[in-house]
């Protein structure tokens, strides 16, 4: 599976972005989507994931009610609505995929397959 980020770039505080990622697999429909960021000498950080079975979503307490997972099936492609924006945001934003997982997951190590990342800079 390959996945393709796209969105990303440099936006004021308070502003928004829409990332996408686009997937390969034409059985995308039966993978957990998961998005993350690692901002430079951190670790990789859980955002948000939307599950394949029931759309089950799962936000990282950071961006609750300011983030918004979502998923076209018939696309092949997973996106994040991110509003309100704060520099502390700036960070490589990730998708990743999970086969067959019907629960959202919060540890990078679940996922099987990665994008290559797009960034996000968050800057007056």
């Known amino acids: 599976v390959q996945l393709v980020e796209s969105g990303g770039g440099l936006v004021q505080p308070g502003g928004s972005l829409r990332l996408s990622c686009a997937a390969s697999e034409r059985t995308f429909s039966n993978y957990t989507m998961g998005w993350f960021r690692q901002a430079p000498g951190k670790e990789r950080e859980f955002i948000a994931a939307i599950s394949w079975a029931n759309g089950r979503v799962d936000y990282a307490d950071s961006v609750e009610g300011r983030f918004t997972v979502s998923r076209d099936n018939a696309k092949n492609t997973v996106y994040l609505q991110m509003n309100s924006l704060k520099p502390e945001d700036t960070a490589v934003y990730y998708c990743?995929?999970?086969?067959?997982?019907?629960?959202?997951?919060?540890?990078?190590?679940?996922?099987?397959?990665w994008g290559q990342g797009t960034q996000v800079t968050v800057s007056s």
């Open positions: 990743a995929a999970d086969f067959l997982q019907t629960t959202p997951q919060r540890l990078p190590g679940e996922y099987d397959y």
